[in-house]
């Protein structure tokens, strides 16, 4: 990667260690796997995990912390490598199976079993197959735009997705290649949540750009299909939210995965996109709180 990339990640992560927390919870560290993971904690009662998506960190609930924790135990956590976790080495592993790894070992160490699982894009796989190989760890789960395209299979809607998700790999590829940080979130972010970076906070950019690096690794690493057949074996209720303004593909894909998880229910939020927690907190929070309540606190 290029001195520009570093340069520009680094001064991202000297400006976000001068940003607020995302709530007034405590912060802390729990140690599994060999590595250290940070996190945020806030409110009592039933354990909520918050797992973030790409190009993020915990940083990414904070407009999610304080209403879920009136009611409940919210805990979000860093995924290996992104802010302000160390960041991703020569050896580094950001397998699915990895990530799943470390979930379900913060799940125990923190003794919070079973819990209530919010899981965005990446995040969302990663809940998914927490549920499918640690059923025992998990409550429910809020699935925002999960990245399981494997669910699409043949359906008639495959080659419409599997050409869009062509042309967004070409352009992050190119991307990737300058090692300009900002290059590449405001070219992911121009096809999952237009116009989103341009009007998005400073803390809310410094947070993006900070976490580049652990976004490419996060977008190249293996990541085993999941499919619709897997979907059908999650045995917990669960929620899928959409944005009607996200990319058509991250649409289709969380409306797929809805109808192959049995008893699954699914919210589309008007105008929002892949980042709808911040760009439809109220809306988004109001559809996560009324699916946690209907199935038990």
Same mark, same amino acid.
């Given at each position: 990667?290029?001195?520009?990339?570093?340069?520009?990640?680094?001064?991202?992560?000297?400006?976000?260690?001068?940003?607020?927390?995302?709530?007034?919870?405590?912060?802390?560290?729990?140690?599994?796997?060999?590595?250290?993971?940070?996190?945020?904690?806030?409110?009592?009662?039933?354990?909520?995990?918050?797992?973030?998506?790409?190009?993020?960190?915990?940083?990414?609930?904070?407009?999610?912390?304080?209403?879920?924790?009136?009611?409940?135990?919210?805990?979000?956590?860093?995924?290996?490598?992104?802010?302000?976790?160390?960041?991703?080495?020569?050896? =580094?592993?950001?397998?699915? *199976? &990895?990530? @799943?790894?470390?979930? %379900? #070992?913060?799940?125990?160490?923190?003794?919070?079993?079973? /819990?209530?699982?919010?899981?965005?894009?990446?995040?969302?796989?990663?809940?998914?197959?927490?549920?499918?190989?640690?059923?025992?760890?998990?409550?429910?789960?809020?699935?925002?735009?999960?990245?399981?395209?494997?669910?699409?299979?043949?359906?008639?809607?495959?080659?419409?997705?599997?050409?869009?998700?062509?042309?967004?790999?070409?352009?992050?590829?190119?991307?990737? =290649?300058?090692?300009?940080? *900002? &290059?590449? @979130?405001?070219?992911? %972010? #121009?096809?999952?949540?237009?116009?989103?970076?341009?009007? /998005?906070?400073?803390?809310?950019?410094?947070?993006?750009?900070?976490?580049?690096?652990?976004?490419?690794?996060?977008?190249?690493?293996?990541?085993?299909?999941?499919?619709?057949?897997?979907?059908?074996?999650?045995?917990?209720?669960?929620?899928?939210?959409?944005?009607?303004?996200?990319?058509?593909?991250?649409?289709?894909?969380?409306?797929?995965?809805?109808?192959?998880?049995?008893?699954?229910?699914?919210?589309?939020?008007?105008?929002?996109?892949?980042?709808?927690?911040?760009?439809?907190?109220?809306?988004?929070?109001?559809?996560?709180?009324?699916?946690?309540?209907?199935?038990?606190?």
């Amino acid at each position: 990667m290029s001195k520009k990339y570093y340069g520009a990640v680094a001064l991202a992560v000297l400006l976000a260690s001068f940003t607020t927390s995302p709530s007034a919870g405590k912060t802390g560290k729990v140690s599994v796997n060999g590595m250290s993971f940070a996190y945020v904690q806030e409110g009592s009662g039933p354990p909520v995990v918050l797992v973030h998506g790409s190009v993020s960190d915990y940083r990414e609930w904070s407009g999610q912390m304080a209403p879920l924790a009136r009611h409940y135990s919210v805990i979000a956590y860093s995924r290996r490598y992104h802010w302000p976790n160390l960041p991703p080495g020569t050896d =580094a592993d950001a397998s699915l *199976e &990895r990530q @799943v790894d470390d979930l %379900a #070992a913060i799940i125990k160490t923190m003794g919070i079993t079973p /819990a209530h699982i919010v899981g965005h894009s990446y995040g969302g796989a990663i809940a998914l197959n927490l549920a499918l190989r640690h059923p025992e760890l998990a409550r429910t789960l809020l699935l925002a735009e999960p990245a399981v395209s494997g669910v699409m299979g043949n359906m008639p809607e495959q080659n419409a997705v599997s050409k869009e998700s062509k042309a967004v790999r070409a352009e992050m590829k190119e991307a990737f =290649a300058t090692g300009d940080a *900002e &290059r590449i @979130v405001r070219t992911y %972010a #121009a096809r999952v949540a237009p116009g989103e970076f341009e009007k /998005a906070a400073p803390e809310v950019r410094q947070m993006l750009l900070a976490n580049a690096p652990a976004f490419q690794l996060d977008y190249n690493s293996r990541r085993p299909p999941f499919t619709c057949d897997d979907a059908r074996r999650v045995a917990v209720p669960v929620l899928v939210i959409s944005g009607d303004r996200s990319a058509m593909g991250l649409q289709r894909i969380a409306e797929t995965a809805a109808r192959c998880i049995k008893g699954a229910s699914f919210v589309s939020i008007p105008q929002a996109t892949h980042w709808m927690q911040h760009d439809h907190a109220e809306a988004f929070n109001d559809a996560a709180l009324a699916f946690l309540a209907r199935n038990g606190k």
